[in-house]
């Protein structure tokens, strides 16, 4: 390996090999920390060697040194996963083969298990003079090994994990720039080389300039030659995405269809395909290619995939697909089949809660929703708190008092909100005030005794808790201050939507109805939760009746509402039997109809107002909710 001030981790990498190999040869660029020491407690023999901008270069200095009859490249930044030593002994006793792909597993971003992609690199190869690496950058050992045997090479069934593409270590190394100034030093030798034009778009893709990236993969795809390189399926991919994100959909469509046409199993560029027909607004059609892409399963390892593809997230996105074609159960299916392989998926427990609470499905469901995952995470189990003290629905308040992994503070919590909470005036806040489970500065505790000090109309009770939550730089101090009209802007939406959820669990809807007034003005009602609108919907109806005169006085003079506002308010309409809200809904509706599901909301609206007038016993399986929660979700 080659490194420079890896102390960070090189540790870890070495840890993963040290009973795997007979030497450890490092090649040292330079370092200044404690690389060294680290190296020398492995018995790693340590090579100085001067850094000439040329990976390739630099590997193969190292490569000289060695005395061994196989050769494992790691960077100081990977780790064998798990190598089993008779496997890797079954491997190089193949006289057939002179060099493995090796699996990698790149994590990026924050370094979550969910976010990772994989390709493939020759790392494991024969001790010969004649292997070698070639490139700058993105160095690779294949093309010597293809040119000295004339054979192809197979893929070995082990896996190195690679962390350098996690956003503290780009950070940390300035990866883009030094890979910039790399390659473009290169190409000014070798304008023609298509490698490094694949390379550079590769950088700019990475950094989110696509217009940039294309001026260099659109020649590798019209300029590439028979044998067709290794990387050509991903630069149809990215070609494809960036493409799209530059508003050349059409384009997109073309380049995806034409590498489908070369890499019929191309689990990724198929679930590509999927993502355009829903944004052109074909559901069937693109829940169709989602399942195709379900089928194709994990891509080969000659393919450069993410995390998911084929696999949870492809699942995950055709239950979403599902809930576009207004076919819940059709949904819950996928997702529980994600939980049921990838369970720490997140977006996928969270769809299966809202759609669940939608449905009102039973307790044994939300039994094994929970169970699904072991243990819960807090993550998930606030998110459960929060749903059912915002619903405030009994079965499922029954069920998360239950939860064996609830502390005692917390279930305390739940019971006090539980009982006060429906009562109105003061008793709220008296409670909360009393409360021994909090301390006086807890975030958590002050939100919710200043909600209640809202609810109970004790706005001087209020200020001081406002004024400490904004040395906190809690969101609620800006919100404190718009409620009162001391501030003429409101808060951002999504501070709105926080403190919504909360006004909405203490019961406190003359306060809730102003925020639900003022996120309907900034056409933010496609962010509600399926918890929030539940809260609204089953709010005492007096308040319902006050939001609907609000909304219908000024839904006139709003030039397009959103088809989530028309939903809402249709549904709350049907809640406190106003004919007029309904009315205007339709009347509305009128003007959106080239919009998805307008045409579907508006017959439920007459049927609606019908059964206002006539005891209508009509089985529908579509309500406004249902429509709510398809026109809100996004793939």
């Not at 489908?260 to 607004?281: H, I, N, P, V, W």
Request: glycine fraction near 4%; charge should be negative; hydrophobic fraction near 40%.
């Amino acid at each position: 390996m080659i490194v420079k001030n890896e102390e960070t981790h090189l540790a870890r990498c070495l840890e993963s090999v040290k009973n795997l190999v007979s030497e450890i040869l490092i090649g040292d660029t330079g370092s200044s920390d404690r690389t060294s020491q680290i190296a020398a407690s492995f018995g790693a023999r340590i090579i100085p060697i001067a850094w000439e901008n040329h990976f390739a270069e630099a590997r193969n200095q190292v490569l000289l040194h060695a005395s061994c009859s196989w050769i494992l490249v790691l960077d100081a930044d990977e780790e064998a996963d798990t190598w089993d030593s008779e496997q890797l002994v079954a491997l190089i006793n193949n006289e057939q083969t002179s060099g493995y792909f090796i699996p990698f597993v790149s994590y990026y971003g924050q370094g979550s298990e969910e976010d990772y992609f994989t390709d493939a690199v020759c790392r494991l190869f024969r001790n010969h003079p004649f292997i070698r690496f070639r490139g700058a950058i993105h160095e690779n050992a294949a093309e010597s090994i293809i040119e000295l045997t004339g054979q192809p090479i197979p893929f070995a069934p082990m896996k190195i994990k690679h962390y350098g593409y996690m956003q503290s270590e780009l950070e940390r190394k300035h990866k883009h720039q030094r890979n910039e100034e790399i390659i473009r030093s290169e190409l000014r030798q070798k304008p023609l080389d298509l490698q490094l034009r694949y390379a550079l778009g590769v950088e700019y893709f990475q950094e989110g300039q696509y217009a940039a990236s294309l001026e260099h993969f659109m020649p590798v795809l019209d300029l590439h030659r028979h044998p067709e390189p290794g990387y050509l399926p991903d630069v149809y991919l990215k070609t494809a995405y960036a493409s799209h994100m530059t508003g050349l959909n059409e384009m997109a469509e073309q380049i995806a269809a034409r590498g489908l046409k070369e890499y019929s199993d191309f689990t990724d560029l198929q679930e590509f395909k999927a993502l355009m027909l829903y944004r052109a607004g074909q559901y069937e059609e693109a829940y169709q290619s989602m399942l195709r892409a379900a089928a194709l399963g994990v891509p080969h390892h000659k393919y450069s995939t993410s995390s998911g593809s084929g696999t949870f997230r492809t699942q995950w996105l055709a239950g979403r697909l599902s809930e576009k074609l207004l076919k819940p159960e059709q949904a819950l299916v996928h997702y529980k089949h994600v939980l049921l392989t990838s369970q720490n998926f997140l977006p996928a427990w969270s769809d299966a809660l809202q759609l669940s609470l939608l449905l009102r499905r039973s307790d044994t469901w939300f039994e094994w929703l929970v169970n699904s995952v072991s243990p819960l995470s807090p993550e998930k189990q606030n998110l459960l708190i929060a749903t059912a003290l915002t619903t405030g629905e009994d079965s499922l308040l029954d069920f998360v008092s239950k939860l064996p992994t609830l502390d005692k503070s917390r279930r305390s919590w739940i019971a006090l909100m539980r009982q006060y909470a429906p009562e109105p005036g003061s008793r709220l806040y008296e409670e909360i005030v009393r409360c021994p489970i909090f301390q006086p500065d807890d975030p958590f505790y002050l939100a919710y005794l200043w909600a209640a000090a809202w609810k109970a109309g004790e706005e001087e009770a209020a200020e001081p808790l406002a004024e400490r939550m904004r040395s906190m730089h809690s969101p609620l101090g800006s919100m404190h201050g718009y409620l009162t009209g001391l501030t003429s802007d409101p808060p951002e939406p999504i501070r709105m939507l926080t403190v919504l959820q909360i006004f909405l669990q203490c019961r406190a809807y003359a306060q809730a109805g102003r925020l639900l007034a003022e996120l309907t003005r900034q056409r933010s009602i496609h962010s509600f939760s399926t918890a929030v609108t539940n809260a609204l919907i089953s709010a005492p109806v007096q308040y319902i009746e006050c939001w609907c005169l609000n909304w219908m006085e000024t839904a006139s003079e709003t030039e397009s509402p959103s088809m989530a506002e028309l939903l809402l308010y249709a549904a709350l309409g049907v809640r406190c039997g106003s004919k007029p809200c309904l009315e205007m809904a339709v009347y509305r509706l009128e003007q959106c109809l080239d919009e998805p599901y307008a045409l579907a909301a508006k017959a439920l609206c007459r049927t609606e107002m019908a059964k206002l007038y006539h005891p209508l016993m009509l089985q529908q399986k579509l309500s406004f909710p249902l429509l709510l929660r398809a026109v809100s979700i996004h793939l």
